[in-house]
C-alpha cells in the first residue's frame, strides 16, 4: 500500500459559468450542477465544486466523468491540485478578524 502523502493526495477543482437566461439553460445548468454532486464533488463557490481524490490516477477518473458531462454552452475549468497546494490556499471571510497560529489578525480586503 503507497503512504498517504500531500502530495500525491489530489483536489479536482471545478469551475463554471454557465448562461441561465432561458428554462432551458437553467434545467442545463441545474443538471450539470446535480451530476457533479452526484460524482462526489462539493460545492466550494456557487459555480466552484471540488473533489477530494486520494490519487492522480483516481482525479483523471473524475476528470474524464466530468468532460462527458459538458453542457452545450458555457465555460467550464478544471483543476487539479495537490492536497498541499490546496493546504496551502489563504481563505478570507469579508474583514472579520482570523486567528492564525494564536494570533489574531485584521484582513482588509483591497
Sequence with gaps: ???LSEY???WV???FDLPTETKKERKIYSDFRKKLLKDGFT???FSIYL???PSKDNAE???KRVKLELPPQGHIGILCITDKQ???MELFYG???TEKKGQVQQLELF
Design 1 to 3: 500500500m503507497e503512504r
Design 8 to 10: 500525491r493526495i489530489m
Design 13 to 15: 477543482m471545478v469551475l
Design 43 to 45: 460545492m466550494f463557490q
Design 51 to 53: 473533489r477530494h481524490c
Design 61 to 63: 477518473v473524475h476528470i
Design 86 to 88: 490546496f493546504g496551502d
Design 95 to 97: 474583514k472579520k478578524p
